[in-house]
């Protein structure tokens, strides 16, 4: 009995040691699966660059103790792409913006090379082989090869800050600008790490808690381990992009609304409702100066003096009409045209010669070259309309505004071209269509084809046409085998043109028929070529030949490329005229590939570029 009650109570004693080994065992595995901060593992035992590794003698590992780890695949391919990023791109960059792109594809980088290791280790082959060499290889190896990454990653680094500032005074070289200085764009490297850090510091936040979800359900719901850390993962990246979604996201552009719609509100310094009953907002206008928004109280107040109208034009000059109809001014799209249509009828718009329908960009701008030399050709026999379908800048309408502008720019048109065609054919102005960046691609919104633009208008004129424009893509895909996509040519240049400068324009040398469409766009303008494909797929734009003011030294590489793109398209208008998305001493050309008045000649042409000053 006593013998019994001995083995019964060994035995009952065994299964609570047991099922603890066995759960401290798991949770050993469990850990180390999820952990990312080990390197290699050595018969067991870790060997790390770290307070344990057992090469360092006492007094280093105490220093080194605290300093973070890295995942080894990691670190090579974000290295590689911190790296590659300093390779040049389409607009020159100051140390901060070059430091910001290097953070973020080394984290980026980071990420990748943790998940493609990741995906390696459960397959059996690469483990058998992963097995085989950590046997093979020496006690010294591991820490010594760590060593070697992180010297030879510094000095790399620094190898391609140099190069890159060379890099960089290439392409300021190229658009005529100051050039950066070595020692100032040194500055590029702390700012990376910084960056890089943070984003590497975000993932493994994320990869902690789900590694803690994990064994939450493989504790309490006694899901089986695989399970439990895909579902674990599963629901701190759905929790992780809810809250940025509902916090960062949603409450950022909340802000930036509120922000922004305040900014619409307030009135430039020195802008002064006008007098004259030819402009909306004027005391005679329907339009109550109120109402028309920060830009559009700009452009009704804007314009050059009649006397010099009448010199750059070399014609008896006529008061200009400009009609404006704010996004408070009426709540819809179309009644916003059918108020900008009113504003025309009033002021006699459809008795002049030529009726401009502009669709804005974002904010509501229009810039002021476009309007004055169209009036300064035209002697101010002119009436330019446009609508505003948002104050939030661009780069946050093209996020969150796209279908507005296509609406407005499609209901404006529409409603205009009523009231054209209803006029007899020998009393209608000519009718113009313009629109520059996200307004250019609001502007094609009304029309289903460049076939349909010729018939309806009498002249297109779209400026740095975003990439995602519908007509401008199946247009360049389309082009004639041999031209490069920075400079198309669609059916011999017979309907549609696209050029940098005038002179592109007139090429190739064969028949241009009436009316014309026209794109201007510039190599070096990353509005005109950014697209999520860059991060996986080489553009035309760099297969080809490079545009006359892109470097040689710009290329394609994967996911790099495209946050390179991403952080021009901040700097697009920090480049003089003629590059990136500036396009002020082109307009005088542009205008007039699209229409001029009789007996026009180069010298008219001339003049009036220099009274604009270009």
Same mark, same amino acid.
């Given at each position: 009995?006593?013998?019994?009650?001995?083995?019964?109570?060994?035995?009952?004693?065994?299964?609570?040691?047991?099922?603890?080994?066995?759960?401290?065992?798991?949770?050993?595995?469990?850990?180390?699966?999820?952990?990312?901060?080990?390197?290699?593992?050595?018969?067991?035992?870790?060997?790390?660059?770290?307070?344990?590794?057992?090469?360092?003698?006492?007094?280093?590992?105490?220093?080194?103790?605290?300093?973070?780890?890295?995942?080894?695949?990691?670190?090579?391919?974000?290295?590689?792409?911190?790296?590659?990023?300093?390779?040049?791109?389409?607009?020159?960059?100051?140390?901060?913006?070059?430091?910001?792109?290097?953070?973020?594809?080394?984290?980026?980088?980071?990420?990748?090379?943790?998940?493609?290791?990741?995906l390696l280790g459960r397959t059996a082959r690469w483990t058998r082989l992963t097995d085989r060499l950590q046997r093979a290889a020496p006690q010294w190896f591991t820490p010594g090869t760590w060593l070697v990454l992180v010297v030879t990653a510094a000095?790399?680094?620094?190898?391609?800050?140099?190069?890159?500032?060379?890099?960089?005074?290439?392409?300021?070289?190229?658009?005529?600008?100051?050039?950066?200085?070595?020692?100032?764009?040194?500055?590029?490297?702390?700012?990376?790490?910084?960056?890089?850090?943070?984003?590497?510091?975000?993932?493994?936040?994320?990869?902690?808690? +789900?590694?803690?979800? $994990?064994? !939450?359900? *493989?504790?309490? @719901?006694?899901?089986?381990?695989?399970? &439990?850390? #895909?579902?674990? %993962?599963?629901?701190?990246?759905?929790?992780?992009?809810?809250?940025?979604?509902?916090?960062?996201?949603?409450?950022?552009?909340?802000?930036?609304?509120?922000?922004?719609?305040?900014?619409?509100?307030?009135?430039?310094?020195?802008?002064?409702?006008?007098?004259?009953?030819?402009?909306?907002?004027?005391?005679?206008?329907?339009?109550?100066?109120?109402?028309?928004?920060?830009?559009?109280?700009?452009?009704?107040?804007?314009?050059?003096?009649?006397?010099?109208?009448?010199?750059?034009?070399?014609?008896?000059?006529?008061?200009?009409?400009?009609?404006?109809?704010?996004?408070?001014?009426?709540?819809?799209?179309?009644?916003?045209? +059918?108020?900008?249509? $009113?504003? !025309?009828? *009033?002021?006699? @718009?459809?008795?002049?010669?030529?009726? &401009?329908? #502009?669709?804005? %960009?974002?904010?509501?701008?229009?810039?002021?070259?476009?309007?004055d030399s169209l009036e300064m050709i035209w002697g101010g026999n002119t009436a330019i309309v446009a609508t505003q379908y948002s104050y939030l800048p661009s780069w946050l309408s093209f996020v969150v505004d796209r279908s507005r502008a296509e609406a407005e720019g499609r209901a404006l048109f529409d409603a205009v071209h009523a009231r054209v065609e209803a006029l007899p054919p020998d009393r209608r102005p000519r009718l113009l269509v313009f629109g520059?960046?996200?307004?250019?691609?609001?502007?094609?919104?009304?029309?289903?084809?460049?076939?349909?633009?010729?018939?309806?208008?009498?002249?297109?004129?779209?400026?740095?046409?975003?990439?995602?424009?519908?007509?401008?893509?199946?247009?360049? @895909?389309?082009?004639?085998?041999?031209?490069?996509? #920075?400079?198309?040519?669609?059916?011999?240049?017979?309907?549609?043109?696209?050029?940098?400068?005038?002179?592109?324009?007139?090429?190739?040398?064969?028949?241009?028929?009436?009316?014309?469409?026209?794109?201007?766009?510039?190599?070096?303008?990353?509005?005109?070529?950014?697209?999520?494909?860059?991060?996986?797929?080489?553009?035309?734009?760099?297969?080809?030949?490079?545009?006359?003011?892109?470097?040689?030294?710009?290329?394609?590489?994967?996911?790099?490329?495209?946050?390179?793109?991403?952080?021009?398209?901040?700097?697009?208008?920090?480049?003089?005229?003629?590059?990136?998305?500036?396009?002020?001493?082109?307009?005088?050309?542009?205008?007039?590939?699209?229409?001029?008045?009789?007996?026009?000649?180069?010298?008219?042409?001339?003049?009036?570029?220099?009274?604009?000053?270009?």
């Amino acid at each position: 009995m006593a013998d019994h009650e001995s083995r019964t109570t060994a035995g009952t004693s065994r299964h609570p040691d047991a099922d603890e080994g066995l759960d401290t065992a798991f949770q050993r595995e469990f850990e180390e699966e999820l952990d990312h901060h080990h390197l290699w593992h050595r018969d067991g035992a870790r060997h790390q660059f770290g307070g344990d590794s057992p090469l360092l003698p006492p007094r280093l590992a105490s220093l080194v103790r605290y300093v973070p780890r890295a995942h080894p695949a990691g670190f090579v391919l974000g290295t590689a792409f911190a790296l590659i990023s300093l390779t040049p791109s389409l607009i020159p960059r100051d140390y901060l913006f070059q430091g910001l792109a290097t953070g973020i594809s080394g984290g980026l980088g980071y990420g990748l090379g943790v998940a493609f290791a990741w995906l390696l280790g459960r397959t059996a082959r690469w483990t058998r082989l992963t097995d085989r060499l950590q046997r093979a290889a020496p006690q010294w190896f591991t820490p010594g090869t760590w060593l070697v990454l992180v010297v030879t990653a510094a000095v790399a680094l620094l190898w391609m800050l140099l190069a890159g500032a060379a890099w960089q005074r290439q392409v300021a070289a190229l658009m005529g600008i100051a050039q950066p200085t070595t020692d100032g764009w040194l500055r590029a490297g702390p700012v990376a790490v910084v960056v890089a850090g943070l984003i590497v510091g975000f993932g493994r936040g994320v990869r902690w808690l +789900a590694g803690r979800a $994990a064994d !939450l359900l *493989r504790r309490r @719901a006694h899901l089986p381990a695989q399970v &439990a850390t #895909v579902v674990g %993962t599963a629901l701190v990246v759905v929790l992780v992009a809810t809250i940025i979604d509902a916090l960062v996201l949603r409450t950022g552009l909340r802000l930036a609304d509120a922000a922004f719609s305040a900014t619409n509100a307030q009135t430039y310094p020195g802008v002064v409702a006008p007098i004259s009953p030819l402009r909306s907002g004027s005391p005679a206008s329907a339009v109550r100066w109120q109402t028309l928004g920060r830009e559009g109280q700009d452009f009704v107040a804007g314009g050059r003096p009649l006397a010099e109208l009448g010199e750059a034009s070399g014609r008896r000059p006529v008061p200009p009409i400009r009609a404006y109809v704010g996004l408070m001014s009426a709540p819809r799209p179309e009644e916003r045209a +059918a108020l900008a249509v $009113a504003e !025309l009828e *009033r002021t006699g @718009a459809f008795g002049r010669d030529v009726l &401009a329908v #502009v669709t804005t %960009t974002g904010t509501g701008w229009i810039d002021d070259p476009v309007a004055d030399s169209l009036e300064m050709i035209w002697g101010g026999n002119t009436a330019i309309v446009a609508t505003q379908y948002s104050y939030l800048p661009s780069w946050l309408s093209f996020v969150v505004d796209r279908s507005r502008a296509e609406a407005e720019g499609r209901a404006l048109f529409d409603a205009v071209h009523a009231r054209v065609e209803a006029l007899p054919p020998d009393r209608r102005p000519r009718l113009l269509v313009f629109g520059e960046s996200l307004g250019s691609q609001g502007s094609e919104a009304a029309f289903s084809s460049v076939d349909d633009a010729r018939a309806q208008a009498d002249g297109v004129l779209w400026v740095g046409p975003p990439n995602s424009n519908r007509l401008h893509a199946a247009l360049t @895909a389309r082009r004639d085998p041999g031209s490069p996509a #920075v400079l198309p040519v669609v059916d011999g240049g017979r309907d549609v043109r696209f050029g940098s400068t005038a002179e592109d324009l007139t090429r190739p040398p064969g028949v241009w028929s009436p009316p014309h469409v026209v794109y201007l766009q510039h190599a070096s303008d990353p509005i005109v070529w950014w697209t999520p494909t860059l991060l996986w797929h080489r553009p035309d734009w760099l297969a080809e030949p490079r545009g006359r003011d892109v470097s040689e030294a710009v290329d394609w590489y994967p996911v790099v490329t495209f946050w390179q793109v991403t952080i021009d398209l901040t700097n697009s208008l920090s480049v003089p005229d003629g590059h990136g998305h500036q396009y002020r001493d082109v307009m005088v050309g542009g205008w007039l590939s699209v229409g001029t008045p009789p007996g026009w000649t180069d010298a008219d042409t001339q003049r009036v570029a220099g009274m604009l000053g270009w």
